[in-house]
Each structure stands twice: as structure tokens, then as C-alpha cells.
Nanobody, 120 residues
Framework: VQLQASGGGLVQAGGSLRLSCAGS????????MAWFRQAPGNEREFVAA????????SYGDSVKGRFTISRDKAKNTVHLQLNSLKPEDTAVYYC??????????????WGQGTLVTVSS
């Protein structure tokens, strides 16, 4: 499985962005998909996850109510809608694919990351 993240950019606080993760490879739609992020000097942080069916989701406490994960199986794509962005959301966002739910480290596949910068 290969993952290609996109959609990052510069946005003002309070604004929105939509990240996408395009997947390819065998059985991509059978994977749990997730987003992690890492800000400079910080540890990697779990953001959101969705199981293969789309019926179960999980969110990190810092993004609950503001971010939404979704998946389009027809297009082999996972999205992360980021609303009400804050400067502390600034980070490189990575998409992840894992064969189990809930996620279990080490995860099977990582994308290359897309940078989100939120200005105050």
C-alpha cells in the first residue's frame, strides 16, 4: 500500500482545510485509516482514525468537535476536514494505514506528510 497526502497549506486561525490521502495497492479499502501529526519539537500525536467500513471513528482529544475523518472507497481516498483551526494545530500531518482496529503500533504504512500552518 502506498499513501499520498495532500491539501496542506497556510490558513488563518479560525479557518478550514481539507486534507486528502490517496491510497493505492492491494486491499487498500480493507485498512483502518488514520491521521497523525507532528509539530517541531513535539512528539507525534494521534489525530483521527476510521475503520475499514467507515462505521467506527476515533479522535484525539485536542481535535474532537473540530476535525472530521471520512473515506471515499470508490476513489481510494481518505479525507480529514479541519475546522476552527488554531495556531497549535500547526504540524506536518501524516496519513497511516493499518490492518487492525483499533490501531496498533507499529503501523503498517505511512504517507509522506503534508504541512499545515495556522497563523494567529
Amino acid at each position: 500500500v502506498q499513501l499520498q497526502a495532500s491539501g496542506g497549506g497556510l490558513v488563518q486561525a479560525g479557518g478550514s482545510l481539507r486534507l486528502s490521502c490517496a491510497g493505492s495497492g492491494r486491499n487498500f479499502n480493507s485498512y483502518t485509516m488514520a491521521w497523525f501529526r507532528q509539530a517541531p519539537g513535539n512528539e507525534r500525536e494521534f489525530v483521527a482514525a476510521m475503520d475499514w467500513s467507515g462505521s467506527r471513528t476515533s479522535y484525539g482529544d485536542s481535535v474532537k468537535g473540530r476535525f472530521t475523518i471520512s473515506r471515499d472507497k470508490a476513489k481510494n481516498t481518505v479525507h480529514l476536514q479541519l475546522n476552527s483551526l488554531k495556531p497549535e494545530d500547526t504540524a506536518v500531518y501524516y496519513c497511516v494505514a493499518d490492518r487492525v482496529w483499533p490501531l496498533r503500533s507499529p503501523y503498517d504504512h505511512w504517507g509522506q506528510g503534508t504541512l499545515v500552518t495556522v497563523s494567529s
